[in-house]
């Protein structure tokens, strides 16, 4: 009963983010072990001198690595996108991923 309601309890971005830890590991990019260590979460962490924009790294996605403008919390660069878009389309780092994020060009791209 305990696992039919943690079952019922999921969302639908529970389950993407449940089919790519499946993935990965399948994939031996990262194992239980790492997945759940010290290290692998602190690498999540939002870097605060950092840009917030989420950049693409080959579908895994990550925080850019430029420093953020003095006003402002983006680079350079995921500044002028913004200012041009209204928005960065792969979000910021420390907010929840976007599923399936559309390109400026209209071209959809997938997380691995």
Same mark, same amino acid.
């Given at each position: 009963?305990?696992t ?29 072990k790492?997945?759940? /260590?010290? &290290?692998?979460?602190?690498?999540? &962490?939002?870097?605060?001198? /950092? ?13 850019? /690595? ?8 983006y680079? &350079? ?15 910021? *780092? ?9 390109? *400026? ?8």
């Amino acid at each position: 009963m305990e696992t039919y309601n943690i079952l019922k309890s999921l969302n639908e971005t529970d389950i993407f983010e449940i089919n790519r830890i499946h993935y990965h590991i399948e994939k031996g990019l990262i194992t239980w072990k790492e997945l759940f /260590s010290k &290290k692998y979460k602190e690498t999540k &962490k939002c870097k605060t001198t /950092s840009c917030s924009a989420r950049i693409w790294n080959h579908g895994y996605g990550k925080q850019c /690595s430029h420093n953020k403008l003095s006003s402002g919390c983006y680079c &350079k660069f995921h500044t002028e996108k913004v200012n041009k878009y209204g928005y960065w389309w792969l979000g910021n *780092y420390n907010e929840e991923l976007q599923q399936n994020p559309k390109h *400026y060009n209209g071209v959809i791209h997938s997380w691995n």
